[in-house]
């Protein structure tokens, strides 16, 4: 009997023993992880922070850049403007043989606008006098626009026709604003063809 009891003990203390050293075992690797896990979470906290700060950034960069484009908006229409404006006192003549002018080009045209014009309003002149001939060649004055201008004013001319069709009196001042006059001499004026083509939507769905 004593045998057993000195059995069961030994088997108590070397049961105690293994959850001892289990449980410290367990224990440690707890201790391991909850240590990394507690990494990790710093780490997320420092990105979600790194995160945050990067949104804000991009946030700034994205008015900074939305505000930059309405900048570059503006001054792309100005120095279109500009050009437009300043090309206004230029004129192109069409027609001429090439080479014409010779070594002195400014006084050869200084002559050529007297020869044919003999007046200052070259543009107006030429209009009215309709087709000009110079040595021969019959030849055409235009207005000198920029590309962006002239584009502008191609814009209007379909929306031109059809007005002109129905009656109304038309007039495409610089540098692309259309003026119109009503039968009843009523004006109105467009300032871009957009709004142009919706008059004229209007005007074919009323009729």
Same mark, same amino acid.
Request: include cysteine; aromatic fraction near 8%; charged fraction near 30%.
């Given at each position: 009997?004593?045998?057993?009891?000195?059995?069961?003990?030994?088997?108590?203390?070397?049961?105690?023993?293994?959850?001892?050293?289990?449980?410290?075992?367990?224990?440690?690797?707890?201790?391991?992880?909850?240590?990394?896990?507690?990494?990790?979470?710093q780490?997320? @906290?420092?990105?979600?922070?790194?995160?945050?700060?990067?949104?804000?950034?991009?946030?700034?960069?994205?008015?900074?850049?939305?505000?930059?484009? @309405?900048?570059?908006?503006?001054?792309?229409?100005?120095?279109?403007?500009?050009? @437009?404006?300043?090309?206004?006192?230029?004129?192109?003549?069409?027609?001429?043989?090439?080479?014409?002018?010779?070594?002195?080009?400014?006084? &050869? &045209?200084?002559?050529?606008?007297?020869?044919?014009?003999?007046?200052?309003?070259?543009?107006?002149?030429?209009?009215?006098?309709?087709?000009?001939?110079y040595?021969?060649?019959?030849?055409?004055?235009?207005d000198?626009?920029?590309?962006?201008?002239?584009?502008?004013?191609?814009?209007?001319k379909?929306?031109?026709?059809?007005l002109?069709?129905?009656?109304?009196?038309?007039?495409?001042?610089?540098?692309?604003?259309?003026?119109?006059?009503?039968?009843?001499?009523?004006r109105?004026?467009?300032?871009?063809?957009?709004?142009?083509?919706? &008059?004229?939507?209007?005007?074919?769905?009323?009729?």
């Open positions: 009997m004593a045998d057993i009891s000195l059995l069961l003990s030994d088997h108590r203390a070397a049961l105690a023993a293994d959850f001892k050293s289990s449980f410290d075992s367990l224990a440690s690797k707890l201790d391991n992880m909850n240590s990394t896990v507690t990494d990790h979470g780490r997320i @906290g420092s990105l979600e922070v790194n995160a945050t700060e990067v949104d804000h950034r991009l946030q700034q960069l994205e008015s900074t850049c939305f505000a930059l484009q @309405g900048d570059n908006q503006s001054l792309k229409a100005k120095v279109a403007d500009l050009e @437009g404006r300043s090309r206004r006192q230029n004129i192109r003549i069409v027609g001429l043989p090439e080479l014409i002018e010779g070594p002195r080009p400014s006084e &050869f &045209f200084s002559q050529l606008l007297v020869d044919v014009l003999v007046k200052d309003l070259v543009i107006r002149e030429a209009r009215r006098r309709g087709d000009l001939v040595k021969g060649q019959q030849i055409r004055f235009y000198d626009y920029s590309p962006d201008v002239i584009k502008l004013r191609a814009e209007n379909t929306f031109m026709a059809e002109y069709k129905s009656g109304y009196r038309l007039a495409l001042l610089f540098p692309a604003k259309l003026r119109i006059t009503r039968p009843n001499g009523d109105m004026w467009f300032r871009s063809a957009s709004e142009a083509a919706k &008059f004229v939507q209007d005007l074919n769905t009323d009729s």
